[in-house]
């Protein structure tokens, strides 16, 4: 079950200001050991340390391969590769300029296989966290960001 929280989003120059939203709230984030732990408990005669080491060890593999320009797919999870952030364009390709023209780099994973965004619509059951209450306080939303909330890009997903 996922759990979401309305938001509203505020910010004078957003097409977005004054709607709402919905945003998943995330209850726990397990990191490397946790999810061999969680793994070793699915009838495997392997220990979470082995699954850990297994685990580490593709990480390191995934991240090697993404950045020597290769897609890393995992079958019914996602298919991991390297974006490039743009801060603007060039007016030719002869004025093109990695430093003025290249913001940054950033992780991708597009979902693949049983884990598609419509299997996840099909499968995925939503539950409010907390009613919204009139008058409630403001701050951050856990599952949110300060960027969203405050009329970010306004992209939702």
Known sequence: MISYRKIQIKGENSPLNGLWYARPVISDTLDT??????????NTPFSPGVIKGVLTDMIACIKELILDGKNVKLDDLAIFSVGIVSDHGAESAEAFKVSEH?????????????????????????????PYSVGGSGGSTPGGSEE?????????G
């Open 148 to 156: 969203e909330e405050d009329g970010g890009s306004g992209a939702l």
């Open 102 to 130: 290249v913001k940054g780099l950033k992780l991708r994973a597009r979902a693949t296989g049983e884990l598609s965004n419509a299997q996840i619509n099909l499968e995925g059951q939503l539950r409010e966290a907390t």
């Open 33 to 42: 050991a946790a999810l061999a732990k969680h793994m070793s408990k699915h």
